[in-house]
Each structure stands twice: as structure tokens, then as C-alpha cells.
């Protein structure tokens, strides 16, 4: 556990997360129940999710709010197809992390009072990730990066977002950065295509193999691409060849998200090699 101080707001007030995933919900869910995190998963449009964490390692654990979302997303996005960005608030700071892939996450802050605290060309690598508009939205990004008296933290985020909806992303009312958790839960729940997220009981993950979905297909507790080709198994390897790092520099830093995301490596990982191993393609 940290030995850094939760960042908590004024007045008792709590700091708060999103993630948002350019994919469908089935496709992020079954990575997402590896964080061993309650969470609820909703779309945010077309071609986003948005997973609403119920905050334990920094309401409770102590953990500071911005890594343990970098480090999440990081896991989240490791051998997926699809980008996560982690938008993320407390009462000194907010700012975001956009992981994809084996890439390094990349991210920006601002201080409560909206002073950019970030480098300008995270922005310009942000933007050429998510392949957003080289003109008319690296414009709008850059805008986040100079100073202005009447822009607060929370206000740089909407910012943000507000050139995501060219992206597709669509955020309900009321699930938006700055609001409190509690809010951010219940516009959640509220949605009807909502549904929770939760660490799966092992026994369950094993009655969930080929045998257990239509066509041979792995059930929904295994997370793609356990399909059980070399192709399957070489990412595994990777996937474990990464968590041991992350997961050294973890301890090493006392840091509770970075410890979770190679932990997720290593069980995403060792899962689905042992998986295609006992379950070959024919």
C-alpha cells in the first residue's frame, strides 16, 4: 500500500475516475472483471464504453487516484485492439492517460485551478493515437494547453471531452469528470444498457470454455484472444514477459495501480497460454 496521502477534495469531498474503451462493452468486460474492481460498464456512444470504478484503492487503499488509473489503463489496453483513456480528478489535479497497446501511455495534466501542468506535444501524440483531425481538433487540444483565468481543472476536461464527441464519444448527463462518485455510480446504474463488472469466481471461468458458447467459441468470462492458435499463445508469453516489470516497478514503488495492472498481466497472460494449451484449435 502507498505511503502517500489519498488526495481528497475540500470539505471531505472525494476525487473521482472514468475510463472510457473505443470498443463495445463485450469486448471490454472480460479484461475489465480481471482488475478485480466493482465496476459498472455503460456505452458512451457508438464505438466507446465507459467503465465508472467504485474507487477503493484511493477512497480506502490510500492510493493516489491518477496512478492507479494509469495503471489500469495500461492493463485494460495491452494486447487489445482498442485505445484506453483514463480521465481522472482530485482536489489539487485532473488530467487524463490515453494507453494502447505496448506504446507508452501518454497524458496530461492540469492544477485545480486549470494551470496546464503537462507538455504540449502529449497532446499532438494524443490526438495522432485516437487519429483525430491533424487541423480543426489538434487546434482545440492545443487551446487546453495555454493559460485561461476562467478555465478551472474540471472545465479542461469537459474541454476534452467536447473534441471527443468528434470521436464518437457520448457521456450521459451526469456521467461527466468532476462530478462525485456517488453521482457518477447512480447516472450509471440509471442507464438500461448498464451492467456491473466484478472479479468472476474461477470455477465459473472454467465452466465458461469452448464447450460453454455456441460454435466452440470461448464463454464470456475469457477475455479475447484466447482462441488457442500460436498466434494466442505468442501474445500470452508477451503479456507475461510484461507483467513481470510492471509488476517489479510496482513494488517498488508502493504503488498499487502499477502492482494490479502486472498482476493483470501475468493472470491475463498465464490464463490464456494454459487455455490454449488445453484448448488447441482443431
Known amino acids: 500500500m502507498s505511503t502517500e496521502p489519498a488526495r481528497t477534495g475540500p470539505a471531505g469531498a472525494a476525487p473521482g475516475a472514468l475510463l472510457l474503451c473505443r470498443a463495445?462493452?463485450?469486448?471490454?468486460?472480460?479484461?475489465?472483471?480481471?482488475?478485480?474492481?466493482?465496476?459498472?460498464?455503460?456505452?458512451?456512444?457508438?464505438?466507446?464504453?465507459?467503465?465508472?470504478?467504485?474507487?477503493?484503492?484511493?477512497?480506502?487503499?490510500?492510493?493516489?487516484?491518477?496512478?492507479?488509473?494509469?495503471?489500469?489503463?495500461?492493463?485494460?489496453?495491452?494486447?487489445?485492439?482498442?485505445?484506453?483513456?483514463?480521465?481522472?480528478?482530485?482536489?489539487?489535479?485532473?488530467?487524463?492517460?490515453?494507453?494502447?497497446?505496448?506504446?507508452?501511455?501518454?497524458g496530461y495534466v492540469w492544477l485545480a485551478n486549470g494551470t496546464p501542468a503537462?507538455?504540449?506535444?502529449?497532446?499532438?501524440?494524443?490526438?495522432?493515437?485516437?487519429?483525430?483531425?491533424p487541423v480543426l481538433d489538434v487546434q482545440s487540444l492545443d487551446e487546453l494547453t495555454k493559460p485561461?483565468?476562467?478555465?478551472?481543472?474540471?472545465?479542461?476536461l469537459h474541454g476534452l471531452l467536447a473534441v471527443l464527441t468528434r470521436a464518437g464519444v457520448s457521456l450521459s448527463a451526469g456521467l461527466t469528470p468532476g462530478e462525485p462518485p456517488e453521482l457518477l455510480r447512480e447516472t450509471a446504474l440509471g442507464r438500461p444498457d448498464a451492467h456491473a463488472v466484478e472479479w468472476p469466481d474461477p470455477g465459473e471461468v472454467l465452466r465458461t470454455g469452448p464447450g460453454a458458447a455456441?460454435?466452440?467459441?470461448?464463454g464470456p468470462y475469457v477475455p479475447w484472444p484466447w482462441t488457442g492458435g500460436p498466434q494466442a499463445r505468442t501474445l500470452a508469453?508477451?503479456?507475461?514477459?510484461?507483467?513481470?516489470?510492471?509488476?517489479?516497478?510496482?513494488?517498488?514503488?508502493?504503488?498499487?495501480?502499477?502492482?494490479?495492472?502486472?498482476?493483470?498481466?501475468?493472470?491475463?497472460?498465464?490464463l490464456g497460454f494454459f487455455y490454449g494449451l488445453a484448448h488447441p484449435l482443431d
Open 24 to 106: 463495445a462493452p463485450e469486448s471490454v468486460a472480460p479484461a475489465a472483471r480481471l482488475l478485480r474492481e466493482r465496476m459498472l460498464l455503460a456505452r458512451a456512444g457508438d464505438d466507446w464504453c465507459a467503465l465508472v470504478p467504485e474507487g477503493k484503492p484511493w477512497l480506502h487503499g490510500g492510493e493516489p487516484v491518477d496512478q492507479v488509473l494509469t495503471g489500469w489503463a495500461a492493463a485494460l489496453a495491452v494486447g487489445a485492439s482498442w485505445p484506453v483513456l483514463a480521465l481522472w480528478w482530485d482536489a489539487d489535479h485532473a488530467g487524463f492517460t490515453l494507453a494502447s497497446g505496448f506504446r507508452r501511455p501518454v
Open 118 to 133: 503537462g507538455e504540449d506535444e502529449a497532446m499532438r501524440t494524443f490526438a495522432a493515437r485516437l487519429g483525430l483531425d
Open 148 to 156: 485561461d483565468a476562467e478555465a478551472d481543472a474540471r472545465a479542461r
Open 214 to 218: 455456441a460454435g466452440g467459441r470461448p
Open 237 to 270: 508469453l508477451a503479456q507475461m514477459a510484461a507483467g513481470i516489470p510492471v509488476t517489479v516497478w510496482g513494488l517498488r514503488r508502493r504503488s498499487g495501480g502499477w502492482i494490479t495492472a502486472g498482476a493483470l498481466l501475468l493472470a491475463h497472460g498465464a
